[in-house]
């Protein structure tokens, strides 16, 4: 192919459309320092054996990973579920904004975790929880009101009516039992009564046991846990007026009564300040990740060390652009052009000193020691390589001297 | 309706002024895309060229700008040599460009429009018609979408040339 007829995923031999990595879609990576990946895995284990789900955290400045590593865990958990007993589920925290009613308090946060659940997951459940032998003959409401442990009597007795009354058939709108969960008033009329309901979730302490509840649920359906991956922690520093109510719930989750209901919470930021105070403060949430103040970063993994050497940065590098390259391709575009001696199929459009020029560079300064700088300069360098070949129609080579024109190292 | 649900609106008049408005007035802006086949200086508009890329200067915003070349579109000259004066400005030529895309990425969230306007004087009273995109909710990964492909995907493509890049690089 000529070079004036390619598009960068020619010139780059992508097996992907963009010079990208997706936090979902390549879940299954993970770059950089082995010893962090371990860290977390062995936290992520040893919860289960301590607190029945993980309960812990990451930490890491911008473009650490840390969205990443949540997508690997869920990829780890779906794919080794004898060693992860969990199913994830992935949110987003933010934006909070106390100045906004809609953006703030626990009832947002709350309908974030709902929506994260989703109907599809609530009804499987329902109808697994139905087929259970000993269900086969029993009162489905009064069942699952047993398995519940959490909340009042109230409270357990409605929570059973609603997913029983609406998640186990698909007959009727689940809208108003949505309505109930997410504690938004019900519509006008005998809604409360059509539900079947003797109270509604009134405060954070019942959206709470309501969740939990529902982890109760799932263990006793599927064996397994839920673990809450929370994405962007960081917009809960803004959490002023509603401290008491969102600490609460949190220490509810924390709480070793809890054993279905797990978190995977992540920062942006560095060090132990970093957690958001309505986390950290008062200390009785970290007492009960089994840590304090102190030695925070056992239950809160700092992702800042997965690139802490250059080797880190290099053989991320070099996991990143394996990773994303068709092999094939690779290989038949360095014969075509005669590049051999200058490209392997896995740098390629990169020589080996380019690569390490690119290192070079990138670690003289913090901001730029993350995935995120890293990838983005890779494509960067890249994309700039394919457009002076397009200039000539000669396949221009990323070397050690284009990196420093492309990326100003004198 | 919840906060996040309200993430589209559909624009009848005033276009990429509207976008601009809002740009200027961003705050900790991450990028600015602009993909318009046809750009004019907007002097006389109530947003010029000018001051839009004294906000980029200012905000020292990553933009990327991919238009049609001046030498197959005269009309796109004055904007051309502004953006090439522009040490922020990563700019690109594509002449079988027709789509409309602007994008800003800033706090709280991004924010785009998508429609029928281009970046020109005659677009501000011509009847077109967009969709400003929120980056909330749902519309989160449809702004980060648009940014893609004004940043990655049109730019390499076979028919885009690259002007200019960059001078200063992004630590965003």
Redesign the interface.
Known sequence: MEV??????DYCCLNR????VNPESDAEWFFGNKQVNEELLSRIRKDFDIRGVPKCGLIGRFGAGKTHTLYHIKYLFDRDPDNYPATCFFLRL??Y?EK?P??SGWKYLH?KVLDALGEDFLRQIVQEFDRLPEDRTADLSEEMKNTFRFGDENLKRSLANVLAGYFLRETKSTISAWQWLRESKLEKGGAAQDLGVTKALENANDMVAAVLNIGNLVRKTTGKGITLLMDEAQSLKDVEKRHIEIHDAFLQLADDDNQDVGFVIASFGEGPQIIPNVIAKPDDILSRLGVTIQNIDEAFINLMRLIKEESDMRSFIDDLLQGIKDRGKAEQLISEKDLADKLTWQNLPFTDDALNEVVDILWSSE??RNAR?II??L??VA??A???G??TNEYVVADRAFVDS???HH | MRWEHRFITVVREGGHTLFFERFVQAVEVASLVVVSPWIQSLEGEPLSLKDILWSVNKGKVPTTIIMRSPEKEPLNRDAAELFVGCPLVTLYYNNDLHAKIYVCRCQPFGFALLGSANLSGRATRALEVGLLIEGKGAGCDIVEELELLGKDDIPNRKGTNLIQLSRVRHFG
């Open positions: 004036n007829d390619m598009e960068l995923k459309p963009r010079f990208r933010a934006p904004d906004i809609d953006l309908g901001l730029t700088m983005n300069e494509a960067r994309a700039a394919y457009h002076k397009k200039e492309v990326m100003g």
